[in-house]
Protein backbone atom coordinates (compact mmCIF):
# COMPACT_ATOMS: atom_id res chain seq x y z
CA UNK A 1 0.00 0.00 0.00
CA UNK A 2 1.50 3.18 -1.20
CA UNK A 3 0.78 6.88 1.14
CA UNK A 4 1.00 10.18 -1.29
CA UNK A 5 0.59 13.42 0.43
CA UNK A 6 -1.18 15.75 -2.04
CA UNK A 7 -2.24 18.27 0.21
CA UNK A 8 -1.32 19.22 4.06
CA UNK A 9 -1.47 22.67 4.91
CA UNK A 10 -3.81 23.30 7.37
CA UNK A 11 -7.71 25.43 7.48
CA UNK A 12 -6.54 26.71 4.28
CA UNK A 13 -4.32 26.45 1.24
CA UNK A 14 -0.82 27.24 1.90
CA UNK A 15 2.09 28.98 -0.01
CA UNK A 16 3.80 25.59 -0.24
CA UNK A 17 1.04 23.16 -0.28
CA UNK A 18 -2.75 22.98 -1.64
CA UNK A 19 -4.63 22.46 1.52
CA UNK A 20 -5.83 17.96 3.03
CA UNK A 21 -5.06 15.72 0.38
CA UNK A 22 -4.22 12.26 0.38
CA UNK A 23 -4.08 9.09 -1.81
CA UNK A 24 -3.91 5.79 -0.48
CA UNK A 25 -3.29 2.98 -3.92
CA UNK A 26 -2.65 -0.57 -3.75
CA UNK A 27 -2.73 -3.17 -6.49
CA UNK A 28 -6.49 -4.32 -7.45
CA UNK A 29 -7.79 -6.64 -10.04
CA UNK A 30 -4.62 -5.53 -12.43
CA UNK A 31 -4.42 -1.91 -11.95
CA UNK A 32 -3.57 0.25 -8.94
CA UNK A 33 -6.86 1.26 -7.30
CA UNK A 34 -6.64 4.91 -6.28
CA UNK A 35 -8.47 6.11 -2.83
CA UNK A 36 -8.34 9.80 -2.37
CA UNK A 37 -9.26 10.97 1.29
CA UNK A 38 -10.13 14.55 1.37
CA UNK A 39 -9.61 17.41 -1.38
CA UNK A 40 -9.48 20.76 -0.12
CA UNK A 41 -8.59 23.79 -2.14
CA UNK A 42 -6.07 23.05 -4.41
CA UNK A 43 -5.53 19.56 -4.32
CA UNK A 44 -7.68 19.03 -7.68
CA UNK A 45 -4.70 20.60 -9.96
CA UNK A 46 -2.23 19.15 -8.06
CA UNK A 47 -3.93 15.50 -8.93
CA UNK A 48 -2.13 15.51 -12.15
CA UNK A 49 1.25 15.44 -10.34
CA UNK A 50 0.85 12.02 -9.22
CA UNK A 51 -1.44 10.20 -11.87
CA UNK A 52 -4.52 11.01 -14.22
CA UNK A 53 -7.88 12.58 -12.39
CA UNK A 54 -9.86 10.23 -14.14
CA UNK A 55 -8.77 7.46 -12.57
CA UNK A 56 -9.44 7.85 -9.36
CA UNK A 57 -11.62 5.09 -8.00
CA UNK A 58 -13.17 6.65 -4.83
CA UNK A 59 -13.32 9.43 -2.67
CA UNK A 60 -13.21 9.76 1.37
CA UNK A 61 -14.31 12.89 2.66
CA UNK A 62 -13.23 13.19 7.01
CA UNK A 63 -15.45 15.82 7.60
CA UNK A 64 -17.54 18.75 5.43
CA UNK A 65 -15.23 21.38 6.26
CA UNK A 66 -14.35 23.87 2.90
CA UNK A 67 -10.97 22.98 3.18
CA UNK A 68 -11.51 19.21 2.96
CA UNK A 69 -14.24 18.87 0.52
CA UNK A 70 -14.54 21.78 -1.89
CA UNK A 71 -12.32 20.91 -4.67
CA UNK A 72 -14.60 18.15 -5.61
CA UNK A 73 -16.22 20.75 -7.36
CA UNK A 74 -13.25 21.10 -9.26
CA UNK A 75 -12.74 18.11 -10.19
CA UNK A 76 -16.25 17.96 -11.31
CA UNK A 77 -15.76 20.75 -13.57
CA UNK A 78 -13.01 17.95 -15.33
CA UNK A 79 -15.06 14.90 -15.52
CA UNK A 80 -17.46 17.17 -16.98
CA UNK A 81 -15.68 19.75 -19.70
CA UNK A 82 -11.83 18.90 -20.30
CA UNK A 83 -11.26 17.10 -23.40
CA UNK A 84 -11.62 13.47 -22.29
CA UNK A 85 -14.82 14.25 -20.67
CA UNK A 86 -17.34 12.58 -19.65
CA UNK A 87 -15.34 10.46 -16.63
CA UNK A 88 -16.67 7.70 -14.49
CA UNK A 89 -18.99 8.27 -11.83
CA UNK A 90 -17.13 7.59 -8.39
CA UNK A 91 -18.19 6.32 -5.09
CA UNK A 92 -18.00 9.47 -2.28
CA UNK A 93 -17.75 8.20 1.14
CA UNK A 94 -18.74 10.94 3.87
CA UNK A 95 -20.62 12.21 6.78
CA UNK A 96 -24.35 12.29 5.79
CA UNK A 97 -25.52 15.35 4.20
CA UNK A 98 -22.37 15.29 1.71
CA UNK A 99 -24.25 15.23 -1.60
CA UNK A 100 -26.36 18.37 -0.11
CA UNK A 101 -23.05 19.74 0.80
CA UNK A 102 -21.24 19.71 -2.52
CA UNK A 103 -24.53 20.71 -4.10
CA UNK A 104 -24.41 23.67 -2.33
CA UNK A 105 -20.94 24.08 -2.56
CA UNK A 106 -21.16 24.13 -6.80
CA UNK A 107 -24.51 25.52 -7.09
CA UNK A 108 -24.66 29.27 -8.53
CA UNK A 109 -28.24 30.80 -9.26
CA UNK A 110 -29.06 33.69 -11.56
CA UNK A 111 -32.09 36.02 -10.32
CA UNK A 112 -34.23 34.26 -12.85
CA UNK A 113 -33.29 30.92 -11.12
CA UNK A 114 -31.12 30.25 -13.88
CA UNK A 115 -27.45 29.07 -13.67
CA UNK A 116 -25.69 26.28 -11.93
CA UNK A 117 -27.86 24.47 -10.15
CA UNK A 118 -26.74 21.39 -7.78
CA UNK A 119 -28.83 18.71 -9.68
CA UNK A 120 -25.51 17.93 -11.73
CA UNK A 121 -22.68 17.70 -8.87
CA UNK A 122 -25.58 16.04 -7.50
CA UNK A 123 -25.72 13.29 -9.52
CA UNK A 124 -22.62 12.50 -11.13
CA UNK A 125 -21.09 11.06 -8.19
CA UNK A 126 -22.50 8.11 -5.78
CA UNK A 127 -22.74 9.50 -2.41
CA UNK A 128 -22.69 6.87 0.30
CA UNK A 129 -22.15 7.70 4.06
CA UNK A 130 -19.38 6.38 6.21
CA UNK A 131 -20.28 3.28 7.55
CA UNK A 132 -18.06 1.85 10.86
CA UNK A 133 -16.61 -0.52 8.32
CA UNK A 134 -16.92 -1.13 4.50
CA UNK A 135 -14.90 -2.37 1.64
CA UNK A 136 -13.55 -0.31 -0.61
CA UNK A 137 -11.53 -1.87 -3.79
CA UNK A 138 -8.52 -3.83 -1.77
CA UNK A 139 -9.20 -1.77 1.45
CA UNK A 140 -11.16 -2.38 4.28
CA UNK A 141 -12.17 1.18 5.71
CA UNK A 142 -13.18 1.66 9.23
CA UNK A 143 -14.23 5.27 10.86
CA UNK A 144 -14.79 6.30 14.19
CA UNK A 145 -16.14 9.55 14.95
CA UNK A 146 -14.12 11.89 16.52
CA UNK A 147 -13.99 15.64 18.62
CA UNK A 148 -14.64 18.53 16.20
CA UNK A 149 -17.18 21.13 15.90
CA UNK A 150 -19.35 19.44 12.82
CA UNK A 151 -19.67 15.72 12.62
CA UNK A 152 -15.78 14.62 11.63
CA UNK A 153 -14.36 10.98 11.29
CA UNK A 154 -10.74 9.49 11.37
CA UNK A 155 -10.35 6.56 9.01
CA UNK A 156 -8.40 3.60 9.36
CA UNK A 157 -7.40 1.94 5.90
CA UNK A 158 -5.98 -1.98 6.01
CA UNK A 159 -5.25 -3.53 2.70
CA UNK A 160 -6.82 -7.40 2.61
CA UNK A 161 -4.55 -8.38 0.78
CA UNK A 162 -1.17 -8.27 -0.82
CA UNK A 163 1.15 -6.60 1.61
CA UNK A 164 -1.28 -5.84 4.43
CA UNK A 165 -0.62 -2.57 5.68
CA UNK A 166 -2.49 -0.51 7.42
CA UNK A 167 -3.21 3.49 8.17
CA UNK A 168 -4.90 6.07 9.95
CA UNK A 169 -5.80 9.30 9.22
CA UNK A 170 -7.02 11.32 11.63
CA UNK A 171 -9.25 13.88 10.02
CA UNK A 172 -9.98 16.78 12.17
CA UNK A 173 -10.27 16.27 15.96
CA UNK A 174 -9.03 17.99 19.23
CA UNK A 175 -7.94 14.75 21.53
CA UNK A 176 -9.96 11.96 21.06
CA UNK A 177 -10.17 8.41 22.80
CA UNK A 178 -11.83 7.19 19.53
CA UNK A 179 -8.66 7.93 17.43
CA UNK A 180 -6.34 6.50 19.87
CA UNK A 181 -8.71 3.39 19.92
CA UNK A 182 -8.91 3.19 15.82
CA UNK A 183 -5.01 3.66 15.28
CA UNK A 184 -4.20 1.04 17.90
CA UNK A 185 -0.88 -0.51 16.43
CA UNK A 186 -1.54 0.78 12.46
CA UNK A 187 2.04 1.07 10.14
CA UNK A 188 1.10 4.99 9.84
CA UNK A 189 -0.69 7.48 11.47
CA UNK A 190 -1.19 10.41 9.70
CA UNK A 191 -1.97 12.80 12.40
CA UNK A 192 -3.31 16.65 12.31
CA UNK A 193 -1.77 18.98 14.31
CA UNK A 194 -2.91 22.24 14.03
CA UNK A 195 -2.70 23.67 17.31
CA UNK A 196 0.55 24.80 19.17
CA UNK A 197 0.90 23.97 22.90
CA UNK A 198 -0.74 26.52 25.26
CA UNK A 199 -2.08 28.81 22.42
CA UNK A 200 -5.65 27.93 21.11
CA UNK A 201 -5.43 24.60 22.35
CA UNK A 202 -9.74 24.58 22.60
CA UNK A 203 -10.02 20.88 21.90
CA UNK A 204 -10.76 21.79 17.90
CA UNK A 205 -7.17 20.20 16.79
CA UNK A 206 -5.02 18.28 18.18
CA UNK A 207 -0.76 19.93 19.16
CA UNK A 208 1.97 18.44 17.97
CA UNK A 209 2.40 16.80 21.52
CA UNK A 210 -1.41 15.73 21.60
CA UNK A 211 -0.41 13.80 18.22
CA UNK A 212 2.41 12.39 19.70
CA UNK A 213 0.78 11.21 22.66
CA UNK A 214 -2.16 9.39 20.38
CA UNK A 215 0.62 8.22 18.33
CA UNK A 216 2.26 6.69 21.68
CA UNK A 217 -0.85 5.22 23.35
CA UNK A 218 -1.97 3.26 20.09
CA UNK A 219 1.46 2.06 19.60
CA UNK A 220 1.73 2.90 15.76
CA UNK A 221 4.59 2.28 13.79
CA UNK A 222 5.44 5.96 12.72
CA UNK A 223 3.53 9.40 12.85
CA UNK A 224 2.81 11.91 10.10
CA UNK A 225 2.10 15.19 11.22
CA UNK A 226 -0.23 17.02 9.06
CA UNK A 227 -2.66 20.05 8.69
CA UNK A 228 -0.34 22.50 10.16
CA UNK A 229 -1.60 26.08 9.44
CA UNK A 230 0.80 28.29 7.37
CA UNK A 231 0.83 30.92 10.00
CA UNK A 232 2.57 28.12 12.56
CA UNK A 233 5.73 26.96 12.14
CA UNK A 234 5.72 23.38 11.35
CA UNK A 235 9.39 22.43 13.02
CA UNK A 236 8.25 23.92 16.31
CA UNK A 237 4.80 21.80 15.90
CA UNK A 238 7.26 18.86 15.48
CA UNK A 239 9.67 19.92 18.08
CA UNK A 240 6.56 20.06 20.49
CA UNK A 241 5.78 16.29 19.10
CA UNK A 242 9.38 14.94 19.43
CA UNK A 243 9.61 13.90 23.30
CA UNK A 244 6.32 12.33 23.37
CA UNK A 245 6.81 9.41 20.57
CA UNK A 246 9.43 7.17 20.42
CA UNK A 247 8.96 6.32 16.90
CA UNK A 248 10.08 8.07 13.68
CA UNK A 249 8.01 11.40 12.79
CA UNK A 250 7.95 13.14 9.64
CA UNK A 251 6.01 16.28 8.70
CA UNK A 252 3.78 16.07 5.49
CA UNK A 253 5.01 17.96 2.38
CA UNK A 254 3.39 17.38 -0.76
CA UNK A 255 4.51 14.65 -2.93
CA UNK A 256 5.62 12.53 0.26
CA UNK A 257 4.89 9.11 -0.33
CA UNK A 258 5.33 5.99 2.01
CA UNK A 259 5.52 2.31 1.32
CA UNK A 260 3.17 0.50 3.99
CA UNK A 261 3.04 -3.33 4.78
CA UNK A 262 6.88 -4.80 4.26
CA UNK A 263 6.92 -6.87 7.06
CA UNK A 264 10.31 -5.98 7.48
CA UNK A 265 9.59 -2.49 7.87
CA UNK A 266 6.14 -1.21 9.37
CA UNK A 267 6.28 1.63 7.46
CA UNK A 268 8.79 3.45 5.52
CA UNK A 269 9.26 7.12 6.82
CA UNK A 270 11.05 9.46 5.17
CA UNK A 271 12.82 12.23 6.92
CA UNK A 272 13.48 15.73 6.14
CA UNK A 273 15.94 15.22 3.49
CA UNK A 274 13.36 12.57 1.57
CA UNK A 275 15.75 10.20 2.07
CA UNK A 276 13.55 6.61 2.88
CA UNK A 277 14.38 5.02 6.41
CA UNK A 278 12.88 2.32 8.08
CA UNK A 279 11.63 3.13 11.82
CA UNK A 280 13.04 1.60 14.57
Excluded at 132 to 148: C, K, M, N, Y
Excluded at 168 to 193: I, N, Q, R
Aim: glycine letters at 10%; proline letters at 8%; one cysteine or more.
Amino acid sequence: MKFTVVGSSGSVSGPDSPASSYLVQAPYEHRTFTLVLDLGPGAFGALYKYLDPSRVDAFGFSHLHPDHCFDLCAYFIAARYSPTAPWPAQPVYGPPGTRERIGRAYEVLQPDGGGETATAISEHFHYRDWAESQQIGPFLVRTAEVDHPVRAYAIRVEETSGAGGSLVYSGDTGPSDALTELASGVDLLVAEAAFLEGRNARGVHLTGRQAAESASRAAVGALVLTHIPPWHDHDQVKAEALPHYAGPIALATPGATWSIGDPSRRAEALDDAGLGRAPK
